[in-house]
């Protein structure tokens, strides 16, 4: 396909060409073409692309590939000839902030993806939904795993594995092993634990799946902060939102794990629901959309966790932060992630929180809201493209550190604290990368 993409004209009529011809089974809804249409090829998305930036190809570009799934819609290409484009892209939204006409890009892609998935076949996506149905779920395989590798860890295995150079045998694994996060001393958090005053207002903390595992103790920090601020906190049974299902266009995972989520977070019946990882809180506040209602009591949940669920940080924004303890001598400098800016439209709570912290100063930096380049599992899927993004955040970041003497990164997403945590090791720039709520419990905390 060449990089140069014709805008086209679209048909009179805005009804599916397989809805009667039948060429493609379809797998949930297609996009509707007068979404697609809404497009006025202005470009005003480019800059805001890291894919596009990244390789100057229109083919990698929001217009360029609502040109593709348009022609996949019109049955004109094949699955091979757009697939390669879609999964490149970041699913980052930045073209929807950017956008003067209002695209919904991102929910364009997604039902784009769900309906190419059933014709994807062999390992990969086997192993994919492997994970997404039965690991990611299972609270003891999840944890068996995060042992595993806490073992190779802590147990010099990696050291010696290192030592020996055996990675250099397998480039892509040596990459993939680059990005593990270092496993920490887990405290379990079980469903039914209660935390902070008892006539505080009550609000269900989302646990999830990876992020107990790689970020423990960010659960920790959220319940520290949340309990000086006066609410009452509760701990669900575990479940998997289905985020990273949802971003692979296995919709039929997301449906499920979504429904078990919804009746996991409203159980306690909280005033709020919080959610400290964004990737996760983006999903989820797309359920309404994601999910179909089978029944009335369906449909009032979905409309209850609509009204309810919250970024952490949004919830703390609503009223001044209680008094700290102590001071936090600390320069600053916040990355917005993806699917806390642009998706959730969470963009100023972060950093007037943080700025309400004694000791904190707080250091511009530059497009804090572009792409890191981590995305999900982007970053394992796609190591090239995904460095070369990092590798353009990571010049933003070194400035900020040897200009502004920012001394912590901060990100409210565990993906972005796993790829800027690779960028600043391999930089070996003198900064932590840390969680706003662990920023935040540093002052409350009496240790």
């Known amino acids: 396909m060449s990089d140069s993409i014709t805008p086209h004209n679209p048909p009179s009529s805005h009804t599916h060409p397989m809805a009667s011809s039948g060429c493609k089974p379809l797998h949930g809804n297609l996009p509707q073409l007068d979404g697609l249409d809404i497009c006025i090829h202005c470009g005003m998305c480019l800059p805001a692309c890291p894919t596009y930036l990244a390789t100057g190809s229109e083919a990698e570009s929001p217009r360029g590939r609502l040109y593709l799934m348009k022609k996949w819609i019109q049955d004109e290409l094949e699955e091979s000839e757009i697939k390669p484009h879609l999964d490149q892209c970041l699913a980052c939204h930045s073209c929807e902030t950017a956008c003067p006409s209002g695209v919904q890009y991102g929910r364009l892609l997604m039902e784009t993806r769900a309906s190419m998935a059933p014709h994807r076949k062999g390992f990969a996506r086997s192993l994919k939904r492997f994970i997404f149905n039965h690991i990611l779920p299972n609270d003891a395989l999840l944890r068996v795993s995060g042992f595993l590798l806490w073992l190779y860890q802590r147990s010099g295995i990696q050291a010696l594995v290192h030592r020996l150079g055996l990675l250099k045998v397998i480039p892509a694994l040596a990459t993939q092993e680059a990005l593990l996060p270092k496993i920490p001393n887990n405290k379990a958090l079980k469903a039914g634990m209660t935390f902070g005053p008892a006539n505080g207002s009550p609000v269900t903390l989302l646990i999830g799946c990876v992020m107990d595992v790689f970020y423990n103790p960010i659960h920790w920090d959220t319940i520290t902060v949340l309990a000086a601020n006066g609410y009452r906190v509760s701990i669900p049974e575990r479940t998997c939102c289905g985020a990273l299902a949802h971003h692979a266009g296995e919709i039929d995972i997301t449906e499920r794990l979504g429904w078990q989520t919804v009746e996991a977070l ?30 009335e009591e369906q449909s009032r949940q979905l409309a209850e966790l609509s009204e309810k669920v919250l970024d952490v940080t949004e919830l703390l924004a609503k009223k001044p932060l209680a008094p700290f303890h102590h001071a936090v001598p600390m320069k600053v400098a916040y990355h917005a992630a993806c699917h806390l800016y642009h998706v959730q439209k969470v963009q100023k709570q972060p950093t007037e929180l943080l700025a309400q912290v004694p000791g904190i100063e707080l250091v511009p930096l530059e497009s804090a809201d572009m792409c890191c380049g981590s995305a999900g599992i982007y970053n394992l899927e796609h190591p090239d493209l995904s460095e070369e993004i990092l590798a353009e955040k990571m010049q933003h970041v070194r400035q900020a550190c040897t200009v502004g003497q920012a001394n912590v990164l901060t990100t409210g997403n565990p993906g972005c604290l796993l790829q800027l945590t690779h960028g600043v090791e391999s930089a070996k720039l003198d900064m932590q990368v840390l969680h706003p709520i662990s920023i935040l419990a540093k002052g409350y905390k009496q240790t």
């Open 266 to 295: 409203l159980a306690p019946k909280p005033d709020w629901v919080v959610i400290n990882s964004a990737g996760c809180g983006s999903s989820i506040k797309e359920y309404s959309h994601l999910l179909k209602p089978q029944s």
